[in-house]
């Protein structure tokens, strides 16, 4: 019998690390930041200039993605696997004319984002 007795014990023992193990790792894994992508088709007659990501309902942009780069007419870009920490990001474009553009995606995904003469641009006090 004793030999029964020390097995649950231990067996006990190595469930209750178990639960604490997990329980210990959980806050880990919520703060782990989502690979995103997106693919911006430009299918507008206006280049884009540069791109910036925010999180959704801030004004605090992050750096321009395109660099020294633009998105000419016709063409696209895909800014891939950039950290996103909430559940969704805004990804806004200005365009040559300074104007905004911006759409909203999905942390932990993938998508396209068409850009076209008729997406609706912010240019401030137009």
């Known amino acids: 019998m004793k030999s029964s007795h020390s097995s649950r014990t231990w067996r006990g023992l190595v469930i209750v690390f178990a639960?604490?193990?997990?329980?210990?790792?959980?806050?880990?894994?919520?703060?782990?930041?989502?690979?995103?992508?997106?693919?911006?088709?430009?299918?507008?007659?206006?280049?884009?200039?540069?791109?910036?990501?925010a999180a959704v309902g801030s004004s605090d942009?992050?750096?321009n993605q395109l660099g020294n780069s633009v998105i000419a007419a016709g063409q696209s870009l895909n800014l891939n696997n950039f950290a996103c920490d909430q559940q969704q990001i805004r990804v806004i474009a200005e365009d040559q004319d300074g104007c905004f553009v911006s759409t909203t995606i999905s942390c932990g995904q993938s998508a396209t984002w068409t850009i076209t003469n008729?997406?609706?641009?912010?240019?401030?006090?137009?």
């Open 118 to 126: 008729d997406t609706a641009r912010d240019c401030g006090s137009e």
């Open 19 to 53: 639960a604490f193990v997990a329980a210990a790792s959980a806050p880990l894994l919520s703060t782990a930041q989502p690979a995103t992508s997106v693919n911006i088709v430009n299918n507008s007659s206006r280049t884009i200039s540069q791109v910036y990501l």
């Open 61 to 63: 942009w992050s750096n």
